[in-house]
């Protein structure tokens, strides 16, 4: 937008509103499908010969030790939060995915993100394995 950084990569929520304004010319969004709006005619990656697709996810923590039934009070409160329109709405307006899921389903997810960022850091030497 100022004309002196060639590339950057951020949320496509961020860079929606530029678009939509001129502002800023995108070459490609990492997600499995395009998405609407301001971003309707960006290509995926994947559409342009490069097999990726990735983006960044939100969490909420609590401390160590929680009980089960604790566990169990938040993920509850938090399902419904994602059931109410100004969620529904925020989810659009972001470019966000609908992908509410629970402490345990984010623990695999996190062991998984691990493992494959390692993978890629031991293959450029930047870790040990």
Sequence with gaps: ?????DLVTTAAGNAAPHVAAGRLRLVGVAAPARFGGALATIPTWKEQGVD???GGWRAIVGPKGLSAAQIAYW??????????????????????????VTSAQFRKDLDKDYADMKAVLV???????
């Design 123 to 129: 293959e450029l030497g930047l870790a040990k394995q």
């Design 1 to 5: 937008m100022g004309g002196h950084i």
């Design 52 to 54: 990726v697709v990735t």
């Design 75 to 100: 993920e509850g409160v938090l399902a419904k939060a994602t059931q109410v329109p100004e969620w529904r709405e925020d989810l659009e307006k972001n470019f966000w995915s609908d992908d509410f």
